[in-house]
């Protein structure tokens, strides 16, 4: 019986430190609720399923222990599809589909990365493919630049 205790208890810490070697991603909405309980930036993943460098991007840099830690414990991060017209969500008393928010974000290319402050008024950009130590460099940087904020 203590080896059977011992064997859950065991898989549930190993499922536990997985949920942290990755982004927690969430929907547009989710991050919104979450950011009204416990005011946080807003990370989004502009990405179109064709993108090439949007792909790379999941696989090299969002793998990054350093990039993973660091967007996990400052920001809600979001993925956001700008060529799905599908799903639909409220935001600020409107209806938007992924693809129009990404329109009213200004989005233009792909991958891009938004930044949306905690009081959702404002937002910067950070465009384009970047490796982890370039993405995190970049990220403190537009913050920094575009918030007025040390990260």
Known sequence: M????FLFAALLLSFS??????IQWMKFEEAVAA???????????????WCGWCKKMDKETF???KVVDYVNSKFY?????AEDTQRTFDFM???YN???MAAAMRVRSYPNFVII????????QLPGYRQPAEFLSGLNELIEKAFRVKP
């Open 63 to 65: 793998t990054d222990p």
């Open 98 to 100: 992924e693809a129009q």
């Open 117 to 124: 402050e905690p009081k959702l008024q404002n937002i910067a």
């Open 35 to 49: 950011n009204a309980k416990n005011p946080k930036m807003i990370l989004v993943d502009v990405y179109t399923d």
């Open 2 to 5: 203590k080896s059977l205790v």
């Open 17 to 22: 430190l997985k949920a942290q070697d990755q």
């Open 77 to 81: 991060a979001v993925k956001m599809n």
């Open 93 to 95: 008393g409107k209806t």
